[in-house]
Protein backbone atom coordinates (compact mmCIF):
# COMPACT_ATOMS: atom_id res chain seq x y z
CA UNK A 1 0.00 0.00 0.00
CA UNK A 2 0.96 3.36 -0.82
CA UNK A 3 1.81 5.71 2.24
CA UNK A 4 2.30 9.03 2.70
CA UNK A 5 2.40 10.61 6.14
CA UNK A 6 2.41 14.00 7.68
CA UNK A 7 4.81 14.97 10.55
CA UNK A 8 2.06 16.04 12.94
CA UNK A 9 -1.92 15.70 12.89
CA UNK A 10 -1.85 18.93 14.51
CA UNK A 11 0.37 21.74 15.26
CA UNK A 12 -0.51 24.95 17.20
CA UNK A 13 2.01 27.84 16.58
CA UNK A 14 2.36 31.86 16.94
CA UNK A 15 2.23 34.36 15.01
CA UNK A 16 5.18 35.05 13.25
CA UNK A 17 6.73 31.64 14.20
CA UNK A 18 8.69 29.77 11.20
CA UNK A 19 6.54 26.89 10.63
CA UNK A 20 8.05 23.11 8.97
CA UNK A 21 5.56 21.35 7.52
CA UNK A 22 6.85 17.87 6.77
CA UNK A 23 5.84 15.16 4.09
CA UNK A 24 6.89 11.64 3.35
CA UNK A 25 6.11 8.97 0.87
CA UNK A 26 7.38 5.14 0.54
CA UNK A 27 6.05 4.32 -2.86
CA UNK A 28 9.37 6.56 -4.93
CA UNK A 29 6.46 8.66 -6.21
CA UNK A 30 8.51 11.55 -8.55
CA UNK A 31 5.73 14.47 -8.03
CA UNK A 32 4.53 15.53 -4.41
CA UNK A 33 1.88 18.44 -4.16
CA UNK A 34 1.03 20.74 -0.99
CA UNK A 35 -3.09 21.56 -0.94
CA UNK A 36 -4.67 23.42 1.52
CA UNK A 37 -8.27 22.77 2.80
CA UNK A 38 -10.60 25.08 4.10
CA UNK A 39 -14.32 24.98 4.70
CA UNK A 40 -16.41 25.93 2.09
CA UNK A 41 -13.52 26.48 -0.10
CA UNK A 42 -12.26 22.70 -1.07
CA UNK A 43 -8.59 22.28 -1.68
CA UNK A 44 -6.41 24.82 -3.20
CA UNK A 45 -2.83 23.92 -4.81
CA UNK A 46 -0.03 25.65 -2.78
CA UNK A 47 3.33 23.83 -4.81
CA UNK A 48 4.28 21.09 -6.31
CA UNK A 49 7.14 19.35 -6.60
CA UNK A 50 8.39 16.68 -9.71
CA UNK A 51 11.78 15.79 -9.09
CA UNK A 52 14.22 16.29 -6.22
CA UNK A 53 15.19 20.49 -5.91
CA UNK A 54 12.55 21.43 -8.26
CA UNK A 55 9.11 23.09 -7.22
CA UNK A 56 6.29 25.27 -8.95
CA UNK A 57 3.89 27.37 -7.91
CA UNK A 58 0.10 26.65 -7.51
CA UNK A 59 -2.31 28.49 -6.95
CA UNK A 60 -1.70 30.16 -3.72
CA UNK A 61 1.89 29.98 -3.00
CA UNK A 62 1.52 33.59 -1.38
CA UNK A 63 3.40 33.27 2.23
CA UNK A 64 4.50 29.58 1.24
CA UNK A 65 7.90 27.75 0.60
CA UNK A 66 8.86 24.19 -0.01
CA UNK A 67 12.13 22.24 -0.10
CA UNK A 68 12.81 18.86 -1.74
CA UNK A 69 15.57 17.55 -0.85
CA UNK A 70 15.77 14.57 -1.21
CA UNK A 71 12.52 12.28 -3.56
CA UNK A 72 10.59 10.96 -0.41
CA UNK A 73 10.61 14.00 1.23
CA UNK A 74 8.63 17.26 0.76
CA UNK A 75 8.77 20.33 2.78
CA UNK A 76 5.73 22.93 3.45
CA UNK A 77 7.46 26.09 5.33
CA UNK A 78 5.65 28.60 6.58
CA UNK A 79 8.35 31.79 6.74
CA UNK A 80 6.38 34.50 9.23
CA UNK A 81 3.02 32.33 10.41
CA UNK A 82 -0.14 34.44 10.11
CA UNK A 83 -3.64 33.50 11.97
CA UNK A 84 -4.38 33.85 7.72
CA UNK A 85 -2.72 30.45 7.59
CA UNK A 86 -5.14 28.70 10.40
CA UNK A 87 -5.74 25.46 8.13
CA UNK A 88 -5.98 21.71 7.13
CA UNK A 89 -2.72 21.22 5.01
CA UNK A 90 -2.78 17.98 3.31
CA UNK A 91 0.11 16.70 1.35
CA UNK A 92 0.23 14.04 -1.92
CA UNK A 93 2.52 12.08 -3.88
CA UNK A 94 1.81 10.08 -7.50
CA UNK A 95 4.01 9.02 -10.55
CA UNK A 96 5.30 11.15 -12.78
CA UNK A 97 4.27 8.90 -15.98
CA UNK A 98 0.93 7.26 -14.32
CA UNK A 99 -1.62 7.90 -17.37
CA UNK A 100 -3.91 7.94 -14.65
CA UNK A 101 -2.96 10.91 -12.51
CA UNK A 102 -3.82 8.92 -9.38
CA UNK A 103 -2.84 11.23 -6.15
CA UNK A 104 -2.27 9.43 -2.86
CA UNK A 105 -2.75 11.80 0.02
CA UNK A 106 -1.57 11.86 3.51
CA UNK A 107 -3.69 12.54 6.95
CA UNK A 108 -3.55 16.52 7.12
CA UNK A 109 -1.84 18.56 9.67
CA UNK A 110 -4.67 20.70 11.23
CA UNK A 111 -2.55 23.96 11.84
CA UNK A 112 -3.61 26.35 13.99
CA UNK A 113 -1.85 29.85 14.40
CA UNK A 114 -2.49 32.01 17.29
CA UNK B 1 -8.01 28.63 -15.80
CA UNK B 2 -10.54 25.36 -15.04
CA UNK B 3 -12.98 25.91 -12.47
CA UNK B 4 -15.05 23.20 -10.55
CA UNK B 5 -18.36 23.62 -9.28
CA UNK B 6 -20.21 21.53 -6.70
CA UNK B 7 -23.73 23.60 -6.06
CA UNK B 8 -24.75 20.97 -3.53
CA UNK B 9 -22.85 21.67 0.46
CA UNK B 10 -24.96 19.30 2.11
CA UNK B 11 -26.45 15.95 0.90
CA UNK B 12 -28.85 13.57 2.83
CA UNK B 13 -29.93 9.87 2.11
CA UNK B 14 -31.54 6.94 3.74
CA UNK B 15 -29.25 3.77 3.86
CA UNK B 16 -29.73 1.70 0.97
CA UNK B 17 -31.04 4.90 -1.22
CA UNK B 18 -29.45 6.38 -4.33
CA UNK B 19 -27.91 9.53 -4.29
CA UNK B 20 -26.52 11.42 -7.24
CA UNK B 21 -23.70 14.34 -6.14
CA UNK B 22 -23.78 16.99 -8.91
CA UNK B 23 -20.69 18.73 -10.69
CA UNK B 24 -19.72 20.81 -13.26
CA UNK B 25 -16.83 22.30 -14.87
CA UNK B 26 -15.58 24.61 -17.04
CA UNK B 27 -12.83 24.41 -18.85
CA UNK B 28 -11.63 24.59 -22.86
CA UNK B 29 -9.27 22.08 -22.88
CA UNK B 30 -10.93 18.80 -24.91
CA UNK B 31 -8.31 16.60 -23.10
CA UNK B 32 -8.56 15.94 -19.33
CA UNK B 33 -9.28 13.95 -16.37
CA UNK B 34 -12.04 13.87 -13.54
CA UNK B 35 -11.81 12.27 -10.47
CA UNK B 36 -14.45 12.04 -7.61
CA UNK B 37 -12.61 11.70 -4.10
CA UNK B 38 -13.69 10.97 -0.64
CA UNK B 39 -12.88 12.21 2.59
CA UNK B 40 -14.25 10.00 5.86
CA UNK B 41 -14.22 12.16 8.90
CA UNK B 42 -10.88 11.89 10.46
CA UNK B 43 -9.39 9.82 7.83
CA UNK B 44 -7.35 10.54 4.23
CA UNK B 45 -9.23 11.51 1.34
CA UNK B 46 -8.77 8.31 -1.37
CA UNK B 47 -10.14 8.19 -4.74
CA UNK B 48 -13.21 6.72 -5.64
CA UNK B 49 -13.45 6.88 -8.84
CA UNK B 50 -11.79 8.52 -12.38
CA UNK B 51 -13.07 9.38 -15.95
CA UNK B 52 -11.08 10.13 -19.09
CA UNK B 53 -12.80 12.65 -21.16
CA UNK B 54 -12.00 10.90 -24.15
CA UNK B 55 -13.70 7.77 -22.82
CA UNK B 56 -17.31 7.95 -24.10
CA UNK B 57 -18.22 5.13 -21.73
CA UNK B 58 -19.47 6.06 -18.16
CA UNK B 59 -17.07 4.65 -15.64
CA UNK B 60 -18.36 2.39 -12.50
CA UNK B 61 -16.07 1.12 -9.63
CA UNK B 62 -18.93 -1.22 -7.77
CA UNK B 63 -21.35 1.03 -6.13
CA UNK B 64 -19.93 3.77 -7.71
CA UNK B 65 -20.84 5.42 -11.17
CA UNK B 66 -20.55 8.67 -12.97
CA UNK B 67 -22.87 10.26 -15.41
CA UNK B 68 -20.39 11.79 -17.46
CA UNK B 69 -21.52 14.61 -19.95
CA UNK B 70 -19.08 16.32 -21.95
CA UNK B 71 -20.54 18.89 -23.94
CA UNK B 72 -22.50 20.17 -20.71
CA UNK B 73 -19.30 19.82 -19.08
CA UNK B 74 -21.16 17.95 -16.46
CA UNK B 75 -19.96 15.07 -14.40
CA UNK B 76 -22.33 13.63 -11.25
CA UNK B 77 -21.23 10.86 -9.11
CA UNK B 78 -24.42 8.24 -8.19
CA UNK B 79 -24.31 5.70 -5.25
CA UNK B 80 -26.28 3.08 -5.34
CA UNK B 81 -27.19 1.08 -2.38
CA UNK B 82 -25.97 3.86 0.26
CA UNK B 83 -24.26 2.40 3.35
CA UNK B 84 -23.05 3.83 6.56
CA UNK B 85 -19.38 4.07 5.53
CA UNK B 86 -20.38 6.51 2.51
CA UNK B 87 -20.50 9.25 4.96
CA UNK B 88 -18.14 11.67 4.32
CA UNK B 89 -16.91 13.98 2.27
CA UNK B 90 -17.00 14.11 -1.50
CA UNK B 91 -14.67 16.59 -3.65
CA UNK B 92 -14.74 16.61 -7.62
CA UNK B 93 -11.74 17.14 -9.39
CA UNK B 94 -9.99 18.49 -12.57
CA UNK B 95 -6.60 16.97 -14.10
CA UNK B 96 -5.54 18.08 -17.47
CA UNK B 97 -4.37 15.64 -20.00
CA UNK B 98 -0.88 16.97 -20.38
CA UNK B 99 0.54 13.56 -21.80
CA UNK B 100 2.55 12.97 -18.37
CA UNK B 101 4.28 15.69 -15.77
CA UNK B 102 3.09 17.03 -13.00
CA UNK B 103 -0.03 19.04 -12.35
CA UNK B 104 -1.87 19.48 -9.75
CA UNK B 105 -5.58 18.96 -9.38
CA UNK B 106 -8.63 21.73 -8.82
CA UNK B 107 -10.75 20.54 -6.74
CA UNK B 108 -14.51 21.59 -6.48
CA UNK B 109 -15.79 23.15 -2.63
CA UNK B 110 -16.89 19.93 -1.88
CA UNK B 111 -20.43 18.26 -1.11
CA UNK B 112 -20.89 16.30 2.72
CA UNK B 113 -23.15 13.48 2.52
CA UNK B 114 -24.73 12.53 5.14
CA UNK B 115 -26.17 8.50 5.25
CA UNK B 116 -29.58 8.61 7.71
CA UNK B 117 -29.67 4.75 9.32
Known amino acids: DVKVTQSSRYLVKRTGEKVFLECVQD?????MFWYRQDPGLGLRLIYF???????EKGDIPEGYSVSREKKERFSLILESASTNQTSMYLCASSFLWDSLYEQYFGPGTRLTVT | AQTVTQSQPEMSVQEAETVTLSCTYDTSESDYYLFWYKQPPSRQMILVIRQEAYKQQNATENRFSVNFQKAAKSFSLKISDSQLGDAAMYFC??????????????FGKGTHLIIQP
Open chain 1, 49 to 55: SYDVKMK
Open chain 2, 93 to 106: AYRSYSGGGADGLT
Open chain 1, 27 to 31: MDHEN
